[in-house]
């Protein structure tokens, strides 16, 4: 397991600040938010994405991916039943990838929630439909052969009304059948939507690509009631290499100190597993 750490809880701090920071605690990598560079991906200047490179290169701190992929934009829904929004939302998402690419990014986190939930007179069913249609379109963006996108399950207190559990996201990947195309678990949601977190972690097999280590209370692990020795446990049993990145919707806290903690929880708790 490679521990990570999302960006946006630095996000005050310059971008090379950013990096310094995660490479002073010992962060193996980041994973970019795009909002926190500009408003539209397409915005993000090639000098801002060379500079994201090299500051990688500089500090050994790899960059991860990419998620929040919708956060703060408008006019983008990926099940909208208007076939235009759905079709601008889908080249937005390819621009996304292309980003991810550029900065040498493995992992796409497909959450947003907000953008993908479903609207008024659409059915779970058509929802599942586009949803699909979207990742496919998206995974076979030219260059992005080793880039995974991952689709995450998400609870409704994040405002989600579509996909919810591990074995949801497992069916949509198995369905879709490429090999970019995978599951992430997030433990915030994973807490309250599956029965056996460490079961349901298990369960994903060889979809899961990605995972987000977060504590009940939208913290950093260590500051709520999540216990994260089983869940580790599970990705020790498979020798799990992949990312896991803490991320956090809290952000009153110091940044530092949080990430802090969050770290020497999941290293403690690692150890025990």
């Known amino acids: ?105 493995k992992i796409a986190v497909v959450g947003s ?3 993908r939930g479903l609207r008024e007179g659409v059915t779970y069913a058509q929802a599942w439909e586009w949803f699909q249609e979207a990742l496919v379109t998206a995974a076979q963006t030219e260059g992005a052969e080793e880039f995974c996108l991952c689709i995450e399950p998400l609870a409704p207190k994040t ?35 599956e029965i056996d977190l460490p079961g349901a972690l298990r369960a994903t097999g060889p979809w899961l690509r990605h995972v987000h280590l977060n504590d009940d209370n939208g913290r950093a692990p260590g500051y709520g009631s999540t216990d994260f020795q089983p869940i580790l446990r599970v990705l020790r049993e498979r020798d799990y290499e992949g990312y896991a990145s803490i991320e956090v919707f809290d952000f009153s806290l110091d940044p530092v100190e949080h990430a802090m903690k969050g770290m020497r929880t999941i290293q403690e708790a690692w150890g025990e597993a």
């Open 113 to 115: 929630p907000q953008q």
């Open 1 to 105: 397991m490679q521990l990570c750490i999302c960006n946006e809880i630095f996000e005050q701090f310059p971008l090379e600040r950013q990096f310094e920071a995660a490479e002073e605690m010992g962060f193996a990598a980041l994973e970019i938010a795009p909002f926190t560079l500009a408003a539209s991906v397409r915005e993000i200047t090639r000098e801002q994405r060379e500079r994201l490179r090299t500051l990688a290169q500089m500090t050994g701190v790899e960059i991860a991916g990419i998620h929040w992929l919708l956060a703060r934009t408008e006019g983008y829904h990926l099940t909208h039943p208007d076939p235009e929004v759905r079709v601008r939302s889908v080249a937005y998402l390819q621009d996304l990838v292309r980003f991810g690419v550029e900065i040498g990014g």
């Open 159 to 193: 405002g989600n009304s579509f996909l919810f559990t591990a074995a949801e996201a497992v069916r949509m990947a198995r369905e879709i059948g490429r090999p970019n195309v995978g599951v992430i678990i997030d433990c915030y949601s994973g807490v309250d939507m």
